[in-house]
């Protein structure tokens, strides 16, 4: 796909400005310049009512073919809401889905007409799914630099630039006949979390790759990928060669919000547990005329642990743990930043599993024998 030939690509952008963020027309600015250079694509931005005025004409002129759609305002921001008015106003036969804080370098775009015609090749069914490396605040005002090789930086168990990967995302390229047919993003979800989930999940039920494994119900985080539990650990499957071959997005640094959009976390989640069993209920019954696919070459995934498959793929994608454990652990000597932090954010977000996992319990009753001492 040439950018002469015509449009058969939308990317979907959508965006909602948060007061008190005034960073994030920069951040938005960044992420459709990514769309203005390699293969052409039919780019959606849905701004969903915000309180900041954009120049939108300086934004998108750039850029070949372009829509701006707004909508009113939503009570708390719903994602999945936005994508679907935003995949409603496209045109493309095929959906590219992105965030307003995410990048790419220039040859990541030029990779996706390789991939929608494998797609087309496999069957209506199949999808990429593409890792995203999470940046820090240094890593993102590097980001124009063409020397900067993140990935590597990252596999090498640093945090200076990379703050951690995520395996599973909503940077998906599918069909959009395929994406309609599954009825889009689920809407219930509003807030943070969970409506990408959901929605790779009932694409892997009819894209399989191999067997399940016994936890997959498990919803249980882990911040480094190779220790991945549960679903996540199976959807990694989709989104892991990707990575070690270099095609990944990136998402640009920012302050995380505690508002509204925030505390929705936990009810997302539980709706996601729910959702994820009523589908594979509903589609029990007639699942063997869905044309599932397996997309797995050779059984390294069902033979051994996940965490072992991980670093037998590591190995054959040229990256050794031993030399490159950033997917483990950090590396020897490097200064691990924001610990205290996120043990308070599991605090309020999820005091249950906050107060399940016993070395947080021991680190709270270590504080607090602390401040008895102090205070005695």
Known sequence: MSRNEGTSLSVIVPYAYRKGDSDSPVRLRRALSCFAHGPRCEVILLEAGSSLPLELDDLLGELESARYVRVPPQKVFSPGMSRNQAVAASSGEWLLFWDADLVARPEFMDTIPGFLATLSRIGPHAFCMFPCLWLTPSGTNVYSHDDVDYLRSFMTG?????????????????????????????????????????????????????????????????????NYLGFRSYFARYSLGHLLAGHCVLHQWHKRPVNTYTRKHQGNDDLLYQSMREYDARLSAFKKKTGLHDITSGDVWASQPYSDAVKVIQQDYGWPVKTFPGLFEYAEGVRVRGRGVRKLKKLFREPGKFMSDSRVLGWCLKQRDIAWKHWR
């Open 158 to 226: 640093h945090n200076h630039l990379v703050d951690g990967v995520a395996l599973s995302t909503c940077c998906l390229l599918v069909s959009r006949a395929h994406f309609d047919a599954l009825g889009g993003f689920d809407e219930r979800f509003s807030g943070h979390g969970g409506e990408d989930f959901d929605l790779v999940h009932r694409l892997a039920c009819h894209y399989s790759a191999g067997p399940r494994p016994d936890d997959y119900y498990v919803n249980e985080k882990s911040f480094f990928a190779g």
